[in-house]
């Protein structure tokens, strides 16, 4: 599945990965990427890009992925212009760390981890991504059903792609039982797509990236990096968008992919 002529959806595009991701396409030739972040950045990366690919091609759009009508209006502005969407790659995603239970050295109380955060994780990182899928699973398929086309035939080619980006936590990582519950949580999603959506010739998988070196883990800090993250993952070193980006790029075009890609330097969690 070429990239020429299609057109994308990435959100989390103002950085790290789903940036990485819409440089990656540029070289592929895509015609348009919707490139979707709640970061204002967003405008900045974009004309960045354009300028890298010597063409326009990034189109930026900022606002909230759990946002339906901002949802529907990024499909309806990218598609008018440029045609149906048939790539997509919600890759927006936060993280609330903290132990699950954590009892107070003082008091000897309890601590639970706050149900608010952990709606606030599955809102933006499980339920988000799978609606923005669905929203171009649906179009591909209303747009079939007004050409009159019925069940999808290999013939046709495909027509259309998604990746998830789970993430090695979806295994289970200390600190993270909001977020990895979220990550583990797409494998099902994307396993249901990939079932439900071939009907309409879409596929659906997941990739797990192990720790890459993007704002969301430089967060953690230069020190927490070299203490619990460099010593488990054999590659000595953190993964670079770019990378996860090739493979990203890889499962969307190789027609043969579904399930799940792990892309983690060889991370060996400790217990
Ligand atoms: N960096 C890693 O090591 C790593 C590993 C595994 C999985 N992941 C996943 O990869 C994806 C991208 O992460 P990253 O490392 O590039 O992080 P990042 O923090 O660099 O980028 C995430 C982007 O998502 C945006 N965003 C967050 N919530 C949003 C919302 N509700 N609406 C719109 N935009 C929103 C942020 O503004 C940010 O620009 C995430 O889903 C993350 O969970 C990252």
Redesign the pocket.
């Known amino acids: 599945m070429e990239f020429l002529n299609r057109v994308a959806v990435i959100?989390?595009g103002?950085?790290?990965?789903?940036?990485a991701v819409a440089a990656a396409m540029a070289r592929r030739d895509v015609t348009a990427v919707a490139l979707?972040?709640?970061?204002e950045?967003?405008e900045d990366v974009a004309e960045k890009l354009n300028t890298e690919a010597g063409r326009v091609f990034a189109i930026p759009f900022q606002?909230?992925?759990?946002d339906e009508k901002f949802r529907a209006s990024v499909f309806d502005a990218i598609s008018r212009k440029y045609g149906t969407v048939s790539l997509c790659v919600p890759?927006?995603?936060?993280?609330r760390d903290d132990l699950a239970v954590r009892v107070d050295k003082n008091t000897g109380k309890a601590r639970i981890y706050p149900v608010e955060l952990f709606k606030q994780v599955v809102d933006?990182?499980l339920i988000?991504p799978v609606y923005w899928a669905l929203e171009m699973i649906g179009r591909v398929a209303e747009e079939r059903a007004a050409k009159g086309l019925k069940r999808w035939t290999p013939e046709e080619g495909m027509q259309g792609s998604v990746v998830f980006?789970?993430?090695?936590?979806s295994q289970g990582n200390r600190g993270q039982i909001s977020?990895a519950s979220t990550?583990a949580g797409l494998e099902g999603a994307a396993a249901t797509i990939m079932k439900e959506a071939m009907y309409y010739g879409v596929r659906c998988s997941v990739i797990?990236?192990?720790?890459?070196?993007?704002?969301?883990?430089r967060a953690m800090g230069a020190d927490y990096v070299a203490k619990n993250i460099l010593p488990f993952t054999q590659l000595g070193r953190?993964?670079q968008?770019a990378e996860i980006a090739d493979a990203i790029c890889f499962m969307l075009a190789n027609s043969a992919v579904s399930g799940e890609l792990w892309v983690d330097a060889g991370w060996h969690a400790p217990a």
């Open positions: 959100t989390g103002g950085s790290g990965i789903g940036r979707v972040d709640m970061s950045a967003v606002g909230d992925t759990t890759a927006a995603g936060i993280t933006v990182n988000a980006i789970g993430s090695i936590s977020y990550k797990h990236p192990g720790f890459t070196d993007t704002p969301m883990v953190l993964i968008p």
